[in-house]
């Protein structure tokens, strides 16, 4: 990605209520830690993800993502040991909405440019540059309900073909070549697996909403 591909957009309404909102969120994440500690958070943690997408469509996120500039076994330890978290698993440490992501680290653009779609790839990294970013230079992305990927990356196409139920499933317009460029990448096997994951997922949903 060049330079030029990174348009900000903060001087918008739109950008200054994200903007507003996620840095009350990322001030209310740090407090978590011992004082101590706190400046050195706030020079290495960014925020990425769906949440800007939720937000620019009036939404509150359901959660938070926060990367960081350095491998964990650069974070001191006493920053994780420090916090009681929700869940811990190799991708993420959660504290009610708000995770921790460790799975991939290094700057944003190289970590959003990782993500399978366009319009979670944005980022607010307030300390080095107090903007909202855009992967793709365009707010486009934030209030289409079209699901675009991102053909950039290299992928694990079974896992990108199972979210692409999971984006139809919440609303995205999904085309039908979307779809087929996504399945002609997954061998026959993995294809069957992500189908009958799907099918068990809406038969499950189906009892629940059912048993209410």
Same mark, same amino acid.
């Given at each position: 990605?060049?330079?030029?591909?990174?348009?900000?957009?903060?001087?918008?309404?739109?950008?200054?209520?994200?903007?507003? &909102?996620?840095?009350?969120? %990322?001030? *209310?994440?740090?407090?978590?830690?011992?004082?101590? !500690?706190?400046?050195?958070?706030?020079?290495?943690? !960014?925020?990425?993800?769906?949440?800007?997408?939720?937000? $620019?469509?009036?939404? %509150?996120? *359901? /959660?938070?993502?926060?990367?960081?500039?350095?491998?964990?076994?650069? +974070?001191?330890?006493? =920053? +994780?040991?420090? +916090?009681?978290?929700?869940? =811990?698993?190799?991708?993420? !440490?959660?504290?009610?909405?708000?995770?921790?992501? +460790? $799975? /991939?680290?290094?700057?944003?653009? *190289?970590?959003?440019?990782?993500?399978?779609?366009?319009?979670?790839?944005?980022?607010?990294?307030? !300390?080095?540059?107090?903007?909202?970013?855009?992967?793709?230079?365009?707010?486009?992305?934030?209030?289409?309900?079209?699901?675009?990927?991102?053909?950039?990356? $290299?992928? /694990?196409?079974?896992?990108?073909?199972?979210?692409?139920?999971?984006?139809?499933?919440?609303?995205?317009?999904?085309?039908?070549?979307?779809?087929?460029?996504?399945? $002609? *990448?997954?061998?026959?096997? /993995?294809? =069957? %697996?992500?189908? =009958?994951?799907?099918? %068990?997922?809406?038969?499950?949903? &189906?009892? #629940?909403?059912? #048993?209410?």
């Amino acid at each position: 990605m060049n330079e030029h591909a990174l348009i900000r957009f903060s001087h918008t309404a739109l950008g200054r209520e994200i903007k507003s &909102y996620l840095n009350q969120e %990322r001030h *209310k994440f740090i407090s978590l830690f011992p004082p101590n !500690y706190q400046p050195w958070l706030k020079a290495h943690i !960014y925020i990425a993800g769906g949440c800007f997408r939720s937000l $620019a469509q009036g939404k %509150r996120p *359901k /959660d938070i993502d926060f990367w960081s500039l350095v491998k964990l076994e650069s +974070i001191p330890e006493a =920053i +994780i040991k420090g +916090i009681q978290w929700t869940a =811990i698993t190799e991708k993420a !440490y959660t504290y009610k909405k708000w995770q921790l992501c +460790i $799975a /991939d680290t290094g700057q944003p653009e *190289k970590v959003v440019g990782q993500f399978d779609f366009r319009h979670n790839m944005y980022w607010y990294d307030p !300390y080095r540059v107090d903007e909202i970013c855009s992967f793709y230079g365009t707010p486009e992305y934030l209030i289409s309900d079209t699901l675009y990927l991102n053909e950039e990356r $290299a992928r /694990d196409w079974p896992g990108v073909l199972a979210r692409v139920y999971k984006y139809k499933k919440r609303g995205f317009s999904v085309s039908q070549e979307l779809v087929n460029t996504v399945r $002609a *990448k997954v061998p026959i096997v /993995d294809r =069957i %697996r992500v189908t =009958i994951k799907t099918k %068990r997922r809406k038969t499950s949903d &189906y009892s #629940s909403t059912g #048993s209410r």
